[in-house]
């Protein structure tokens, strides 16, 4: 460790502009302990790919005997600069990104790529020592919400109702194949330039990105290994921070327009709230940061993704009956209109923020999956029956509940139905 300046970087500012870094610059891995991959092993999914010589439950039987070496393996990986040839090839499955969708339109498929068990482990290694190094030097963005808690933004949307304000949420909520289309050398000019990233620690993210391959995989026919030029393995544990310090730019270029947002990996959230007369302001302001994030994509090679970016107006009901508004803002052609409701990380926001929308959706989907698990609960014992009911229905009224304090008693009564319903399921009474 010592003093940073961007000037002593080795490789060159990326061809866009980006917020120099001087401070304490991170050119060397620590060495990790036997009782720190021992950890780390124990916190992991014990989950075996085709690429591993053994099986994953084989290692960590005999992991007493195999753990001096592996950490060997760990520590002369991050000493050399080197990350392992023998990880650096992958399995690329394609995934339906949710049940509901379209089996037949390729679009509706995510490249997720199976690693070997031993690559993951190091590169958890990795990034507990990145994730040090970004938070002790205020490296990460105030407004990054990924990997980080007690971010969120419906926080700022209750102030500005309780202004009587009126807010409005751009959720872009996707990115075209975002994780495959980074560029390697942008990304590592950023990490030298912006994160102050150099010698071993930046040889050692060059080894882990240059030489990878990948081998895909479909019903059961596989391609030959073919070489991987841009982007970072979907399903790896590096790849979605990665993504995360590419994009931090945009910070800037959306401060600039005096908007609010909050980043979650590749979901990106901008707000901005002002008076009722001031509205068509900041929809001109919206639509000219919307354009400028458009542009910097470009750069970047990366696109949004229209069919999945929203547009909502949170105001009072008072307000609201004052308001006639239908207009729209183009995105690559595309028209994007302002939604009634929006669907925001898993939870259904509406105008007033009311939550009514998202309880009735969270009611249904619940009440769906309890006559599912009705046909074969007779045939389960107590303690599936009591996992069945907590994957699937008590996990739902519990996801983002806090959102829902001080709503109508009403509205909760309808979550608190639900959960009498699974108590009855689970102590089989009427």
Known sequence: YGNFHPSQSRLTPPSVPDQP?????????????????????????????????????????????????LTSI?????????????????IVKPLLRKTTLNT?????????????FLSKILEKVVFRQLSSHLLTNILFCSHQSAYRAGHSTVHDLFSALDEDKVSLLDLVL??????????????????????????????????????RTQINSVNGYKSLPAPIHYGVPQGSVLGPILFVLYTQPLSKIIQHHSLYHHSFSDDNQLYISANLAQLQEIIRTSQSCISDVQAWMHNNKLQLNPDKTEMILI???????????PFSVDLNGTSIHLSSTVRNLGVTLDQNLSFQQHV??????????????????HYLPQDALKTLISAFVLSRVDYCNS???GCPKQLIHKLLKVQNNAARFICRTP
């Open 315 to 325: 105001t009072s009901k008072h307000n609201q009956k004052s308001l006639s508004l």
């Open 21 to 69: 870094y001087c401070g304490t610059v991170w050119g060397a891995f620590q060495s990790v302990s036997e009782d720190e991959v021992k950890k780390i092993l124990n916190q992991s999914t014990i989950k075996t790919c085709e690429l591993d010589p053994l099986p994953a439950s084989f290692l960590t039987h005999c992991l007493d005997d195999l753990l001096p070496h």
């Open 104 to 116: 037949e339109i390729l679009k509706n498929y995510g490249p997720v790529s199976n690693l070997s």
């Open 403 to 405: 959102l829902l304090a």
């Open 360 to 377: 009735s959706r969270t009611c249904q989907i619940c009440h769906f999956e309890l006559r599912i698990i009705n046909y074969i609960r």
């Open 174 to 211: 996707d990115l075209s194949a975002a994780f495959g289309a980074i560029d390697h050398s942008i990304l590592l000019s950023r990490l030298s330039y912006s994160f102050a990233i150099s010698d071993t620690v930046l040889a050692w993210f060059t080894s882990y990105l240059i030489v």
């Open 74 to 90: 760990i520590n002369d990986s991050l000493h050399s600069g080197l990350f392992p040839s023998a990880f650096t090839s992958a």
